[in-house]
């Protein structure tokens, strides 16, 4: 769902990716800064949110009751091509910031499984692509923010001065403020395309042995989420490193960047249109695979693939899905196999599941990423009994120290919330600082005991 | 609000100690942290009925008929926290004979069923707009459909809060807030103890299963239970008036 708006605050109804949790907001779009300090000083009872492209699975970007405060329609984009940094504002999407810096050889170093979020909603979830093990998340790779915090203030803040409300909002889900641009340091590239090699994998262990070893800068498996006993964990392993020097076939003109080209082979490894096909899929699908491939590959194909067929998720039923993300440290490896299996026993019809490896987190209170590994499942929200079935792997995953992904979540409790990202007291005691009103709320943060 | 999965996690029962009421929450998918509110007249005995329910159960005074009290009641009960699910389940019903020997006990039925609702539905939704989420079911009957000489004061009373609910529900539309309809049949239960079944009588078990699976739907505005009784009640409105008269019950 877009957000997008032109002056006229509009009653919606709105729900995140994952089309579970709904709710109506009065939404708002193109204030200017002034606007929002005005916005904040008329202190509307259910409070206020930014919203981006709404790509975050649950209720992160509602406000039910609320205000919220979709992104500008236009995305202001000023490259510096000889710091290699960019100011963007917060509504540029990452296909605008693409199009925009890849013909200069420069590169977004964080890079999520879709090109349509926007920079605000990347710093507020501080976003991991598949290069995590190597790059860190978003957090690291930023120069400044520029928010208007809480109290309708114009700030501009930066890891190095203004260390705790800068860790406070990266990751800090909108609840600190609304951000309005952000400069962020680049990666230089002299390829547009990448150096890719493909590895049929026929069991769990080897595939996490695979990314073990991985040397590349991106890493990530796609797991048969439906395979059973001795296949269990089958899957394709991805594997890949940009070129050091542009592609005489793809790019003879230089580099670029087009965000409309239909992404070419591999197919998609699900079925958009019915989950109920996940297991016929998944298998065709791993069957296909060749047992080994080197290939080169564009962007879109090798980090967007599920961009490909525009707006799945609306494909999967009135009902809708969620994607089950968590990370857990290295000694709790074997709770990946564990909940595959769990899926498994109880026919959850996951239809998409995929494996990484997370680099050290950053110590920003309310980001997700902690060395170890990361799986992420995909599953129809209507199965039977899959309630009780979360609850109690969030119960095991927050008894391993690990945690739940906030952006792609819809149903983590307040209590599980606390296991595992502990009682945030220091991240509460900047936001009283950035919000000591309160103001900035949203649906998941009512949900999780953040705001009221 | 509800979760992924549909769960609520403040829940309100107007009719704290009501059968079907208590019924319906036991049927929902209920989340580890869920608060259940049951509102009524006698706190002690509605904390005794849900004490198997898996929730954290608080009581508190609410009188359906005392119409005066329910702005005050709504804003109370709503000061701190969201509600994410209504159910209003709050009746009586009173044998027609003892009415017609006493009028004013009719007004009392009709204060319950009907008034009574008015009043606590329109401050219970005055919240639940302004939170821009959550779902109202409201307890109507068979009985709404036409009134029938063995019982037309509380036919009367649940065809009002039928058409009252119906309004409702549209007023709704577009903000975040739905309301579920539930019609049952006869209910063999607490309410209705002594009273000889009808054909296609149910249970309050089997109507809080029809209502946890309306819930589950994004579309549904209203269930019969059982289900066979839609077409009956078509039935009922087209019979010829000299049959109807003859209904004995
Ligand atoms: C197909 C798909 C693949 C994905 N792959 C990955 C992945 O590989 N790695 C990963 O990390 N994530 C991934 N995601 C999740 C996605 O990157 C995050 O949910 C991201 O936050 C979405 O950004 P958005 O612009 O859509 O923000 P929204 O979903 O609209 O909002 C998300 C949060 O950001 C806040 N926010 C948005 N804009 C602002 C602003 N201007 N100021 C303050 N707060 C703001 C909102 O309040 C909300 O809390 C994926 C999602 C999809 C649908
Ligand atoms: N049973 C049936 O056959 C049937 C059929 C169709 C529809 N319904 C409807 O379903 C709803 C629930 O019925 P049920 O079978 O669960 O009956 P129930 O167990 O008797 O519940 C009704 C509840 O309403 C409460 N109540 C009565 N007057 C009240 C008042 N003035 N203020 C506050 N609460 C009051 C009662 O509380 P007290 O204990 O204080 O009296 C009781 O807890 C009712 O609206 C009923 O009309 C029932």
Redesign the pocket.
Known sequence: MTTRLDGRPEERVLTGWGRTTRSRARVVGSLDGEALAELMAAQPPRGILARGAGRSYGDAAQNAGGIVVAPDAAPRIEPDLRAGTVRASAGSTFADLLSALVPHGLLLPVLPGTRHLTLGGAIAADVHGKNHHVDGSISSWLESIELIDGQGRARILSPLLDGPAFRATVGGMGLTGIIRAATVRLMPISSSRLQVSTHRVDHLDDLMAGLHQATQRYAVAWIDATAQGRALGRGVLDLGDHLDAPDPLHEPDGLHYRPTQPPAAPPLPFNPATALTARAFNTLWYRKAPRHTHRTASLNDFFHRLDAVAHWNRALGPRGFLQYQFAVPEDSAHLIAHVLQTFQNHRTAAFLATVKRFGPANGNPLSFPLRGWCLAVDMPAAAPGLGPLLDQLDRKIAEAGGQVYLAKDARLSASRFTDMYGDLKDWRTVRDELDPRHLMRSDLGRRLGLCR | MNDAQGRPSRILL????????LAIVAALPLAPDTHLILA???LA?MEERAATLPCTVTTTA????ALETHRDFADTVFADADIDLVIS?????IPQSELDRDPQRAGELVQ??FT?HVTTLLAVTRHLRNQGHGTLVV?????AVRPRRANFVYGAS?AGLDAFAQGLADSLHGSGVRLLLVR????T????QGMPPTPLSTT?DRVAAAVATALTTTTATAVWVPRALAPIALLMRLTPRVLWRRVKR
Do not use: H, W
């Open positions: 107007l009719g704290g100690a009501s059968e079907i009421g009524g007249r006698n005995q609410y009188d359906a008929t389940a709050a009746g009586i019903l319950t069923n009574g307890l109507s009957s068979i009985a649940k049952p049949g006869f209910v239960g607490r309410m209705t309050p």
